[in-house]
Protein backbone atom coordinates (compact mmCIF):
# COMPACT_ATOMS: atom_id res chain seq x y z
CA UNK A 1 0.00 0.00 0.00
CA UNK A 2 1.49 3.03 -1.16
CA UNK A 3 0.58 5.76 1.09
CA UNK A 4 0.53 9.04 -0.90
CA UNK A 5 -1.19 11.26 1.91
CA UNK A 6 1.75 10.32 3.96
CA UNK A 7 4.34 11.65 1.67
CA UNK A 8 2.28 14.47 0.07
CA UNK A 9 2.52 15.96 4.19
CA UNK A 10 6.00 16.03 4.30
CA UNK A 11 6.74 17.38 1.05
CA UNK A 12 4.12 20.02 2.17
CA UNK A 13 6.07 20.47 5.48
CA UNK A 14 9.17 20.94 3.09
CA UNK A 15 7.54 23.76 1.17
CA UNK A 16 6.65 25.43 4.48
CA UNK A 17 9.60 24.93 6.59
CA UNK A 18 12.50 24.58 3.96
CA UNK A 19 14.19 21.01 4.99
CA UNK A 20 12.56 17.66 4.85
CA UNK A 21 10.70 17.14 8.07
CA UNK A 22 12.44 13.89 8.24
CA UNK A 23 15.25 10.49 7.66
CA UNK A 24 13.85 7.57 5.76
CA UNK A 25 12.50 4.71 7.55
CA UNK A 26 13.57 1.30 8.11
CA UNK A 27 13.15 -0.93 4.99
CA UNK A 28 9.38 -3.10 5.79
CA UNK A 29 11.87 -7.07 5.56
CA UNK A 30 13.21 -5.50 8.81
CA UNK A 31 9.70 -4.98 10.30
CA UNK A 32 9.01 -7.83 13.13
CA UNK A 33 6.02 -9.21 10.85
CA UNK A 34 3.82 -8.86 7.86
CA UNK A 35 -0.07 -7.22 8.30
CA UNK A 36 -2.52 -10.16 8.29
CA UNK A 37 -5.86 -9.66 5.77
CA UNK A 38 -7.74 -12.56 7.64
CA UNK A 39 -10.91 -13.96 5.50
CA UNK A 40 -12.62 -15.04 8.46
CA UNK A 41 -15.44 -16.43 6.62
CA UNK A 42 -15.86 -16.96 2.83
CA UNK A 43 -19.94 -16.58 3.20
CA UNK A 44 -20.97 -12.98 1.96
CA UNK A 45 -24.50 -11.97 1.08
CA UNK A 46 -23.47 -10.47 -2.33
CA UNK A 47 -21.58 -11.72 -5.86
CA UNK A 48 -19.36 -8.87 -6.45
CA UNK A 49 -18.19 -9.25 -10.05
CA UNK A 50 -14.50 -8.58 -9.00
CA UNK A 51 -14.42 -10.55 -6.12
CA UNK A 52 -11.19 -12.35 -5.37
CA UNK A 53 -12.32 -15.13 -3.21
CA UNK A 54 -15.58 -15.89 -5.28
CA UNK A 55 -17.56 -15.91 -2.40
CA UNK A 56 -21.86 -16.65 -2.24
CA UNK A 57 -24.26 -16.55 0.27
CA UNK A 58 -24.08 -19.72 1.48
CA UNK A 59 -22.09 -21.70 4.43
CA UNK A 60 -18.43 -23.21 3.11
CA UNK A 61 -17.29 -26.22 5.00
CA UNK A 62 -14.00 -26.28 7.14
CA UNK A 63 -13.80 -23.10 8.28
CA UNK A 64 -11.40 -22.50 11.41
CA UNK A 65 -13.38 -22.83 14.74
CA UNK A 66 -13.14 -20.04 17.15
CA UNK A 67 -10.86 -22.00 19.10
CA UNK A 68 -8.56 -22.57 16.25
CA UNK A 69 -9.15 -19.13 15.55
CA UNK A 70 -7.25 -18.33 18.76
CA UNK A 71 -4.65 -20.70 18.74
CA UNK A 72 -3.54 -18.93 15.87
CA UNK A 73 -3.85 -15.60 17.06
CA UNK A 74 -1.37 -16.76 20.14
CA UNK A 75 0.76 -17.90 16.95
CA UNK A 76 0.47 -14.40 15.33
CA UNK A 77 1.55 -12.47 18.30
CA UNK A 78 4.90 -14.40 18.56
CA UNK A 79 5.52 -13.67 14.60
CA UNK A 80 5.23 -9.75 15.52
CA UNK A 81 1.61 -9.52 13.36
CA UNK A 82 0.98 -6.12 14.38
CA UNK A 83 -2.41 -5.51 12.32
CA UNK A 84 -5.18 -7.95 12.09
CA UNK A 85 -8.18 -6.93 9.01
CA UNK A 86 -10.63 -9.05 9.53
CA UNK A 87 -12.37 -9.51 6.32
CA UNK A 88 -14.47 -12.48 4.24
CA UNK A 89 -16.71 -12.94 2.33
CA UNK A 90 -18.46 -10.47 4.66
CA UNK A 91 -16.89 -10.45 8.24
CA UNK A 92 -20.45 -9.13 9.68
CA UNK A 93 -22.41 -13.28 8.81
CA UNK A 94 -19.74 -14.51 11.09
CA UNK A 95 -21.43 -15.23 14.27
CA UNK A 96 -18.67 -15.10 16.10
CA UNK A 97 -16.71 -11.79 14.88
CA UNK A 98 -16.90 -9.49 17.75
CA UNK A 99 -15.57 -11.96 20.37
CA UNK A 100 -12.58 -12.48 17.96
CA UNK A 101 -11.87 -9.18 17.57
CA UNK A 102 -12.17 -8.29 21.60
CA UNK A 103 -9.51 -11.16 21.74
CA UNK A 104 -7.29 -9.42 19.29
CA UNK A 105 -7.69 -6.22 20.64
CA UNK A 106 -7.12 -7.59 24.29
CA UNK A 107 -3.81 -8.69 22.57
CA UNK A 108 -2.90 -5.12 21.65
CA UNK A 109 -3.06 -6.16 17.96
CA UNK A 110 -4.19 -3.09 15.48
CA UNK A 111 -7.82 -4.29 14.77
CA UNK A 112 -9.69 -3.39 10.77
CA UNK A 113 -12.99 -4.26 9.84
CA UNK A 114 -13.52 -4.76 5.63
CA UNK A 115 -16.97 -4.80 5.00
CA UNK A 116 -19.42 -4.45 1.96
CA UNK A 117 -21.63 -2.33 4.81
CA UNK A 118 -24.94 -3.54 3.51
CA UNK A 119 -25.52 -5.37 7.15
CA UNK A 120 -24.60 -2.54 8.98
CA UNK A 121 -28.03 -0.93 10.30
CA UNK A 122 -28.25 1.64 13.19
CA UNK A 123 -28.00 -1.08 15.78
CA UNK A 124 -25.21 -2.95 14.00
CA UNK A 125 -23.35 0.42 13.74
CA UNK A 126 -23.62 0.98 17.87
CA UNK A 127 -22.30 -2.42 18.31
CA UNK A 128 -18.84 -1.92 15.64
CA UNK A 129 -18.37 1.35 17.45
CA UNK A 130 -18.72 -0.39 20.99
CA UNK A 131 -16.26 -2.77 19.45
CA UNK A 132 -14.09 0.12 19.36
CA UNK A 133 -12.41 -0.88 15.86
CA UNK A 134 -9.39 1.00 14.71
CA UNK A 135 -10.67 1.36 11.32
CA UNK A 136 -13.23 -0.03 8.93
CA UNK A 137 -13.41 0.13 5.39
CA UNK A 138 -16.27 -0.15 3.22
CA UNK A 139 -16.27 -1.23 -0.52
CA UNK A 140 -18.09 1.28 -2.92
CA UNK A 141 -17.15 0.75 -6.53
CA UNK A 142 -18.97 4.05 -8.29
CA UNK A 143 -22.09 5.71 -7.96
CA UNK A 144 -25.39 3.92 -7.36
CA UNK A 145 -26.10 2.53 -10.79
CA UNK A 146 -22.12 1.38 -11.34
CA UNK A 147 -22.20 0.15 -7.85
CA UNK A 148 -24.96 -1.57 -7.82
CA UNK A 149 -24.19 -3.48 -10.88
CA UNK A 150 -20.73 -4.35 -9.76
CA UNK A 151 -22.48 -5.74 -6.71
CA UNK A 152 -25.27 -7.06 -7.89
CA UNK A 153 -27.61 -6.34 -5.48
CA UNK A 154 -30.29 -3.38 -6.20
CA UNK A 155 -29.98 -0.79 -3.24
CA UNK A 156 -26.40 -1.90 -2.28
CA UNK A 157 -24.86 1.65 -2.71
CA UNK A 158 -27.95 3.16 -0.44
CA UNK A 159 -27.33 0.38 1.98
CA UNK A 160 -23.32 0.74 2.26
CA UNK A 161 -23.95 4.53 1.64
CA UNK A 162 -26.15 4.73 5.19
CA UNK A 163 -23.81 2.48 6.82
CA UNK A 164 -20.54 4.69 6.36
CA UNK A 165 -22.89 7.89 7.57
CA UNK A 166 -24.10 5.36 10.59
CA UNK A 167 -21.17 4.57 11.49
CA UNK A 168 -19.85 8.83 11.57
CA UNK A 169 -22.08 9.54 13.75
CA UNK A 170 -20.58 6.70 16.27
CA UNK A 171 -17.29 8.34 15.78
CA UNK A 172 -15.64 5.33 14.21
CA UNK A 173 -12.96 5.44 11.79
CA UNK A 174 -13.52 4.62 8.37
CA UNK A 175 -12.92 4.15 4.87
CA UNK A 176 -13.89 4.00 1.27
CA UNK A 177 -12.04 0.85 -0.54
CA UNK A 178 -12.58 1.50 -4.89
CA UNK A 179 -10.96 -0.96 -7.54
CA UNK A 180 -10.67 1.23 -10.84
CA UNK A 181 -11.73 -0.55 -13.67
CA UNK A 182 -12.84 0.53 -16.93
CA UNK A 183 -16.24 -0.11 -16.23
CA UNK A 184 -16.35 2.14 -13.21
CA UNK A 185 -13.36 4.91 -13.98
CA UNK A 186 -16.35 7.47 -15.02
CA UNK A 187 -17.61 7.70 -11.39
CA UNK A 188 -13.94 8.16 -9.80
CA UNK A 189 -14.30 11.74 -9.41
CA UNK A 190 -17.48 12.07 -8.18
CA UNK A 191 -16.39 9.41 -5.21
CA UNK A 192 -13.46 11.81 -4.62
CA UNK A 193 -16.14 14.77 -3.80
CA UNK A 194 -18.45 12.30 -2.04
CA UNK A 195 -15.75 11.44 0.12
CA UNK A 196 -15.66 15.10 0.96
CA UNK A 197 -19.03 15.28 1.55
CA UNK A 198 -19.42 12.72 3.77
CA UNK A 199 -16.45 13.34 5.69
CA UNK A 200 -14.76 9.70 5.05
CA UNK A 201 -11.14 9.44 6.66
CA UNK A 202 -9.48 7.65 3.95
CA UNK A 203 -9.52 6.69 0.68
CA UNK A 204 -8.19 3.20 -1.14
CA UNK A 205 -7.57 3.44 -4.66
CA UNK A 206 -6.77 -0.25 -6.01
CA UNK A 207 -5.99 -1.17 -9.16
CA UNK A 208 -7.46 -4.28 -10.84
CA UNK A 209 -5.79 -7.26 -9.86
CA UNK A 210 -5.46 -10.81 -11.47
CA UNK A 211 -7.81 -13.38 -9.13
CA UNK A 212 -10.95 -14.56 -8.52
CA UNK A 213 -13.54 -12.96 -10.48
CA UNK A 214 -11.49 -10.39 -11.15
CA UNK A 215 -9.61 -12.50 -12.72
CA UNK A 216 -12.34 -13.61 -15.16
CA UNK A 217 -12.62 -9.84 -16.30
CA UNK A 218 -9.17 -8.95 -16.39
CA UNK A 219 -9.65 -8.64 -20.40
CA UNK A 220 -11.57 -5.07 -18.94
CA UNK A 221 -8.74 -3.87 -17.37
CA UNK A 222 -8.21 -0.26 -17.34
CA UNK A 223 -6.24 1.09 -19.80
CA UNK A 224 -3.02 2.66 -19.47
CA UNK A 225 -3.92 6.05 -20.01
CA UNK A 226 -7.48 6.50 -17.60
CA UNK A 227 -5.08 5.05 -14.93
CA UNK A 228 -2.62 7.74 -15.43
CA UNK A 229 -4.70 10.46 -15.08
CA UNK A 230 -7.13 9.28 -12.39
CA UNK A 231 -3.82 8.86 -10.42
CA UNK A 232 -2.93 12.51 -11.14
CA UNK A 233 -6.65 14.04 -10.18
CA UNK A 234 -5.94 11.28 -7.06
CA UNK A 235 -2.89 13.36 -6.27
CA UNK A 236 -4.14 16.76 -6.90
CA UNK A 237 -6.80 15.78 -4.50
CA UNK A 238 -4.53 14.85 -1.80
CA UNK A 239 -2.02 17.22 -2.00
CA UNK A 240 -4.65 20.00 -1.56
CA UNK A 241 -5.80 17.80 1.78
CA UNK A 242 -1.79 17.68 2.75
CA UNK A 243 -1.53 21.73 2.53
CA UNK A 244 -4.31 22.07 4.87
CA UNK A 245 -2.95 19.66 6.68
CA UNK A 246 -0.28 20.95 7.42
CA UNK A 247 -1.43 24.56 7.50
CA UNK A 248 -4.12 24.07 10.30
CA UNK A 249 -2.23 21.28 11.77
CA UNK A 250 -5.36 18.70 11.50
CA UNK A 251 -4.83 16.24 14.50
CA UNK A 252 -6.80 13.43 12.36
CA UNK A 253 -6.03 14.18 8.66
CA UNK A 254 -7.64 12.53 5.76
CA UNK A 255 -5.54 9.36 4.19
CA UNK A 256 -5.26 8.51 0.16
CA UNK A 257 -3.48 5.60 -0.28
CA UNK A 258 -2.87 3.02 -3.47
CA UNK A 259 -2.54 -0.91 -3.90
CA UNK A 260 -2.04 -3.59 -6.32
CA UNK A 261 0.13 -1.50 -8.60
CA UNK A 262 3.54 -0.67 -7.19
CA UNK A 263 4.14 1.66 -9.93
CA UNK A 264 2.27 4.45 -8.39
CA UNK A 265 5.45 4.90 -6.20
CA UNK A 266 7.64 5.94 -9.54
CA UNK A 267 4.56 7.98 -10.61
CA UNK A 268 4.18 9.79 -7.41
CA UNK A 269 8.04 10.57 -7.64
CA UNK A 270 7.98 11.92 -11.03
CA UNK A 271 4.52 14.03 -10.39
CA UNK A 272 6.46 15.99 -7.10
CA UNK A 273 9.84 15.82 -8.91
CA UNK A 274 7.52 17.65 -11.66
CA UNK A 275 6.50 20.16 -9.49
CA UNK A 276 9.24 20.52 -6.47
CA UNK A 277 12.47 19.27 -8.24
CA UNK A 278 14.54 20.01 -5.03
CA UNK A 279 12.42 17.76 -2.91
CA UNK A 280 12.23 14.86 -5.32
CA UNK A 281 15.86 12.82 -3.68
CA UNK A 282 14.26 12.86 0.00
CA UNK A 283 11.25 11.42 -1.44
CA UNK A 284 12.79 9.05 -3.48
CA UNK A 285 15.00 8.13 -0.38
CA UNK A 286 11.55 7.70 1.45
CA UNK A 287 10.11 5.27 -0.81
CA UNK A 288 13.44 2.78 -1.53
CA UNK A 289 13.28 2.65 2.28
CA UNK A 290 9.36 2.02 1.70
CA UNK A 291 10.50 -0.94 -0.80
CA UNK A 292 7.39 -1.47 -2.99
CA UNK A 293 5.40 -4.50 -2.84
CA UNK A 294 4.99 -6.12 -0.03
CA UNK A 295 3.18 -9.52 -0.80
CA UNK A 296 5.19 -12.16 0.84
CA UNK A 297 7.11 -10.04 3.40
CA UNK A 298 4.99 -7.01 4.78
CA UNK A 299 1.34 -8.29 4.16
CA UNK A 300 0.40 -11.85 4.57
CA UNK A 301 -3.22 -13.48 4.27
CA UNK A 302 -4.77 -16.63 6.12
CA UNK A 303 -7.94 -17.65 3.98
CA UNK A 304 -10.97 -19.26 5.61
CA UNK A 305 -9.79 -22.86 5.98
CA UNK A 306 -6.62 -21.53 7.26
CA UNK A 307 -4.21 -21.72 4.42
CA UNK A 308 -1.68 -19.27 4.09
CA UNK A 309 -1.02 -17.05 0.80
CA UNK A 310 1.33 -14.47 0.33
CA UNK A 311 -1.69 -12.03 -0.21
CA UNK A 312 -4.99 -11.70 -1.01
CA UNK A 313 -4.57 -11.95 -4.78
CA UNK A 314 -2.96 -15.74 -4.68
CA UNK A 315 -5.43 -17.98 -3.29
CA UNK A 316 -4.87 -19.81 -5.71
CA UNK A 317 -1.30 -20.70 -4.48
CA UNK A 318 -0.94 -22.61 -1.18
CA UNK A 319 2.32 -22.03 1.51
CA UNK A 320 0.86 -24.38 4.18
CA UNK A 321 -2.09 -24.22 6.13
CA UNK A 322 -1.87 -23.00 10.09
CA UNK A 323 -4.03 -26.64 11.58
CA UNK A 324 -0.97 -29.10 10.14
CA UNK A 325 1.76 -25.58 10.52
CA UNK A 326 2.66 -22.59 12.72
CA UNK A 327 2.06 -19.28 10.70
CA UNK A 328 5.36 -17.89 12.05
CA UNK A 329 7.12 -21.15 10.48
CA UNK A 330 4.86 -21.10 7.30
CA UNK A 331 5.65 -17.40 6.91
CA UNK A 332 9.78 -17.97 7.24
CA UNK A 333 10.02 -21.04 5.19
CA UNK A 334 12.41 -19.72 1.84
CA UNK A 335 12.29 -23.27 0.42
CA UNK A 336 8.77 -22.68 -1.15
CA UNK A 337 10.71 -20.87 -4.52
CA UNK A 338 7.61 -18.05 -4.48
CA UNK A 339 8.63 -16.92 -0.61
CA UNK A 340 12.09 -17.12 -1.65
CA UNK A 341 11.67 -14.95 -4.60
CA UNK A 342 9.69 -12.38 -2.72
CA UNK A 343 11.99 -11.71 -0.05
CA UNK A 344 14.86 -11.32 -2.08
CA UNK A 345 15.88 -7.99 -2.54
CA UNK A 346 16.07 -7.15 -5.31
CA UNK A 347 13.38 -10.07 -6.50
CA UNK A 348 14.52 -11.85 -9.17
CA UNK A 349 11.99 -10.58 -12.25
CA UNK A 350 13.03 -10.49 -15.97
CA UNK A 351 12.01 -8.19 -18.68
CA UNK A 352 11.33 -4.44 -18.15
CA UNK A 353 11.36 -5.03 -14.46
CA UNK A 354 14.66 -6.31 -14.86
CA UNK A 355 15.87 -3.31 -16.45
CA UNK A 356 13.73 -0.72 -14.49
CA UNK A 357 15.51 2.72 -12.86
CA UNK A 358 12.78 2.27 -10.30
CA UNK A 359 12.99 -1.66 -8.97
CA UNK A 360 14.14 -0.45 -5.83
CA UNK A 361 10.66 1.60 -5.16
CA UNK A 362 8.17 -0.87 -6.73
CA UNK A 363 9.93 -4.15 -6.10
CA UNK A 364 8.95 -5.91 -9.28
CA UNK A 365 5.45 -5.07 -8.83
CA UNK A 366 2.67 -7.23 -8.68
CA UNK A 367 3.92 -10.92 -9.02
CA UNK A 368 0.26 -12.54 -8.79
CA UNK A 369 -0.34 -10.43 -12.84
CA UNK A 370 2.81 -12.17 -14.57
CA UNK A 371 1.96 -15.92 -13.08
CA UNK A 372 -1.77 -14.77 -14.20
CA UNK A 373 -0.91 -13.61 -17.76
CA UNK A 374 2.60 -15.35 -18.69
CA UNK A 375 2.40 -18.51 -16.26
CA UNK A 376 5.95 -17.31 -15.16
CA UNK A 377 6.08 -15.50 -11.58
CA UNK A 378 9.34 -13.65 -12.68
CA UNK A 379 8.12 -12.61 -16.28
CA UNK A 380 7.62 -8.30 -16.28
CA UNK A 381 3.94 -7.25 -14.73
CA UNK A 382 1.63 -6.65 -17.40
CA UNK A 383 -0.29 -4.06 -15.70
CA UNK A 384 2.49 -1.57 -15.61
CA UNK A 385 1.58 1.88 -17.11
CA UNK A 386 4.93 3.56 -17.13
CA UNK A 387 6.73 4.15 -20.39
CA UNK A 388 10.27 2.86 -21.55
CA UNK A 389 11.23 6.29 -21.36
CA UNK A 390 10.21 6.62 -17.62
CA UNK A 391 11.81 3.52 -16.47
CA UNK A 392 15.32 4.45 -18.04
CA UNK A 393 15.35 2.24 -20.94
CA UNK A 394 17.46 3.18 -23.86
CA UNK A 395 15.74 2.94 -27.40
CA UNK A 396 18.05 -0.51 -27.73
CA UNK A 397 16.92 -1.86 -25.15
CA UNK A 398 13.09 -0.77 -25.45
CA UNK A 399 13.75 -2.62 -29.14
CA UNK A 400 14.80 -5.47 -27.39
CA UNK A 401 12.60 -5.97 -24.40
CA UNK A 402 9.06 -5.02 -26.79
CA UNK A 403 9.67 -6.17 -30.43
CA UNK A 404 5.97 -5.87 -30.96
CA UNK A 405 5.37 -2.88 -29.06
CA UNK A 406 3.11 -1.88 -26.09
CA UNK A 407 -0.30 -0.68 -26.30
CA UNK A 408 -2.22 1.33 -23.95
CA UNK A 409 0.80 3.00 -23.24
CA UNK A 410 0.27 7.77 -22.69
CA UNK A 411 3.14 10.12 -22.80
CA UNK A 412 6.03 10.47 -20.55
CA UNK A 413 6.03 12.38 -17.85
CA UNK A 414 5.70 16.42 -18.36
CA UNK A 415 8.58 18.13 -17.35
CA UNK A 416 5.76 21.17 -16.66
CA UNK A 417 3.19 21.11 -14.35
CA UNK A 418 -0.49 19.96 -15.48
CA UNK A 419 -3.76 19.39 -13.51
CA UNK A 420 -6.68 17.54 -14.25
CA UNK A 421 -9.55 19.24 -13.55
CA UNK A 422 -12.20 17.36 -11.19
CA UNK A 423 -15.26 16.46 -13.10
CA UNK A 424 -18.72 17.75 -12.26
CA UNK A 425 -20.02 15.82 -9.19
CA UNK A 426 -22.43 12.90 -10.45
CA UNK A 427 -25.68 13.18 -8.13
CA UNK A 428 -25.64 9.49 -6.86
Known sequence: MLRISQYLREVARAEQDGHYPSPPGRRRAQAPGPVLIWNLTRRCNLTCKHCYALSADHDYPGELSFAEVCTVMDDLKLAGVPVLILSGGEPLLRPDLFEIASRAQAMGF????????????????????????????????????????????????DASLAALRLLRENGVRTGLRYTFTDLNQQDFPALLELMHAERVDKFYFSHLNYAGRGNIHRGRDAHFKATRAALELLFETAWRDAQEDVRTGTPQPRDYVTGNNDADAAYLLAWVGARWPQWAGDLRRRLVAWGGNASGVGVANIDNLGEVHPDTMWWHYRLGNVRQRPFSAIWQDRSDPLMDGLKARPRPVKGRCAECLHLALCGGNTRVRAQQTRGDLWAEDPGCYLEDLEIGLSAEASARLNPEGRDGQAQPFRAQRRSIPIAEKQEP
Open 110 to 157: YTALSTNGTLIDAAMAERIAQQNFDYVGISIDGLRETHDRFRRLAGAF
